[in-house]
């Protein structure tokens, strides 16, 4: 294969891989225009359209899915081929894509995107953040990281963070005017944010247990919300009874009497963030430098 025919297929996935000209062009370090050329040129070889292209989306084509999934993984052994020769000689490098739910990336990755970089200036991080579970073999993604070890077949997980209180929350207007509910079936008779579930667009039942004794329920008001953030916030305005991750941002705020605990000894636990990845013959010397950031080895002083 000739030096230009292997940068055609490279450019070729990255755009499949990114659904984005501009994001392609961005990771390869071309112009926007000059990887559409390289496009179709690659197209004008083959005799065959690869890529559906309108103003708002980019998909490949019947023809364009079958040659990346020929491709892909040839050019991912590549890849770590490379990876591994240069972690051999003493440097790690390449990009390395991350899919996390919005917490795990304000709580786990943000603070020590410094320090990775110091460490590894060579790796260039995509960092995705999703809180709709998405299949990171189908979306192309090195790692992911999520709350709970429910694994798919060939992934292995790496746990970040120990389990975590859920707590509700109110502010201590709210709980002066509408009074403090004492049992969770008190919550009926309660203004509750409720939490929408990504992954199926449903609302979150409550989950609470007390000495062996679980339960499960539906609670109604003003708001409905996917965002974390957005829950806190509106019980810290007053307008009903949130229930949130311990250190999803309420700890601070309880600390302040800005939002006071209710139900506290029916709080459930859930499992804390786990970071999983596909098992693979050849690891990543960028994901185990990623991974061993996220857990503090080895790892220079801010």
Known sequence: MRGSEFAELKAFAAVVERASFARAAE?????????????RLLEARLGARLLNRTTRSLAPTVTGEQLYRRIAPLLREMTEAVAEASAAAGR????????????????????????FHRAHPEVALDIVVDDALSD????RFDAGIRVGVRLEKDMVAVRLTPDVKMVAVASPDYLAHRGIPRTPGDL????????????????YRWEFEKRGKRIELAVDGPLVTNNADVGVAAALEGLGIAYAFGHEGVDEYLA????????ADWSIARPGLFLYH???????????????CMLDKDMPAP
């Open 256 to 263: 302040r009497g800005e939002l006071v605990r209710v139900l």
């Open 188 to 203: 009926h008779g309660h203004a509750c944010i409720n939490w929408r579930l990504q992954v199926d667009g449903r609302a």
């Open 27 to 39: 990771h390869l370090g071309v112009s926007p225009s000059a990887l559409s050329q390289t496009i």
């Open 136 to 139: 990171i073999v189908a979306g």
């Open 278 to 292: 596909p098992s693979r013959r050849h690891f990543p010397a960028a994901l185990r430098a990623f991974i061993d």
């Open 92 to 115: 790690t490098r390449g990009t390395l894509r991350i899919n996390t739910l919005g917490m795990a990336a304000r709580q786990v990755i943000a603070p020590r995107l410094g320090r």
